[in-house]
């Protein structure tokens, strides 16, 4: 058989790397995929249910051929108050919608716009996050009782202290036994998932020396079932779309960037390209069907894609793999797994907290004191103590305010003149001075671009400076890379207010993204047609056998040899202006 596409080249000798790779990483999953699932206020089935369903299908039908797909501890905020508030068949919905809106996405080819979210923003919200999933699991670490669950961090963190007084030493000691077993397995049986030595090592301790004295998965959520959920499909209606169409497009917007980010992760250490909207069009995929099976919303997973290319994949059937691993374990092994105690889940995801925080690189942001450092801040703090919905908008909006800022600096409005002591006669902006200038003819230089961020610049400069009522502006516009309806706005009106006046514009120069905005929106017509050039020169040339050659701008003098009277209107006995060159 002759594999093509993701399967090229395709062997025997690699599906045995991927069976092996698929083995390690489902083995991995599954306590991940419990405690992800406890930690967004639902049953830990639901998250070996998107494990297997999402895991699957968006290897089947991502863009990346190393992508692990499955619940993210990114999701945990989001899905926590999505449940809290609005309960967990709501939390199918958004699911359901949000896999709607990543198809979309992906079909309309939006999948490069989302890597061009700022990285400030999403270190902010990514270390934000990792700040709540770490002070969430406070109360199972110490085993605290009869805790109110808030949607915000500070409420969660004063039920914490005013429930100290409850805190189980049995729960502490089993949290630092699996706590302990992870850092050493990683250590010194680093072949072997941590996280799941630490599990059944404290869940061996707590059953033999501490049974029913402190809290289980069985004994806070109920027994594993061992067979996959029946198909359900869930009561939509308008008022529930309505209702969940916001919370869906948080779920789809940070789902699109965490499965690009661990795309691009991926990317990196094969060598290889994923296509970005393949992936979005996969993750949509499986985050529509996943909920069907009572799965929480899924997306890409940077620690176990990482994990399963160390581990040698070669294709998507690592992926597949895993699943089904996953699938297995649940049949064979689920009643064992409700005597899992919750302080060993609460190690396990303060370590998946601790390395997703990305702390070295928001100190490396903090250290350059720039609109950056602000930015990422922001956009932590807001992610803290409100939410990420609120930190990512605010952080984007900033990030534009400041970038449109930044950028309106850029264009440069320069007037010039002709100097006849360089060769062609190159205008030059040192040849305008306050003695020294055209009473008829004025030129300036565009330098950079001409859009709502500096639209004003341009309008401004000229208008302060046009008050001789010049017959000629030529504006030089080669340096001018992009234009968008502001900047143009801007120009036609200058345009206008110039013509009224008797005057004439023309344009050298123009770049073809701004001629194609002018025969758009008719300012081509406006200026006419015969007054745009390609060269300065060929501008002036044509400017010159419109103008009053009785005044000084009429002497030879002119843009080749400094004229005495240049600076006023008063006639020049001069001889008029020879032919110029095309050089300018």
Partial sequence: MKW?????????PDFRKDLISGLIVGIIAIPLGMAFAIASGTKPEYGIYTTIFAGILIALFGGSKYQIGGPTGAFIPVLFAIVLQYGYENLLIAGFLAGIILVCMGLFRLGALIKFIPRPVTIGFTAGIAVIIFSGQIGNLLGLTSLEKHENFLPNMKEIVLHLTTINLYSVTTAAICLMAILLSTKYLPKIPGSLVGLVLSSVVASLFFNGHLATIGSSFGAIPSTLPHFHFPHITWDRINTMIYPALTIAMLGGIESLLSAVVADGMTGTRHNSNRELIGQGIANMVTPLFGGIPATGAIARTAANIKNGAVSPISGIIHGIVVFLILILFAPYASNIPLASMAPILMLVAWNMSERKEFASVLKTKTSDSFILLITFLLTVFTNLTTAVEAGLIISVILFVKRMSGLLKVTKVLPDSSVKNNKV??????????????????????????TANILEKSIMDSTHLKPKILLLRMSKVPYVDTTGEFRLARLVKDFKKSGGTVLISGIQPQSMEVF?????????????????????????????DHNKCIGCKHFAFRECKKLSDASPCSETPFPETSKGF
């Fill in 428 to 453: 030059k902006a040192y040849m305008v001075s306050e003695g020294h200038d055209c009473p008829q003819i004025n030129i300036y230089t565009l330098d950079g671009p001409l859009f709502f961020g």
């Fill in 519 to 547: 025969e758009k929106t008719g300012l081509y017509m406006l200026v006419g047609e015969n007054c745009f050039f390609n060269h300065t020169g060929e501008a002036i040339d044509y400017a010159l056998i419109h103008l």
């Fill in 4 to 12: 093509t596409g993701r399967y090229k080249g395709y062997h025997l």
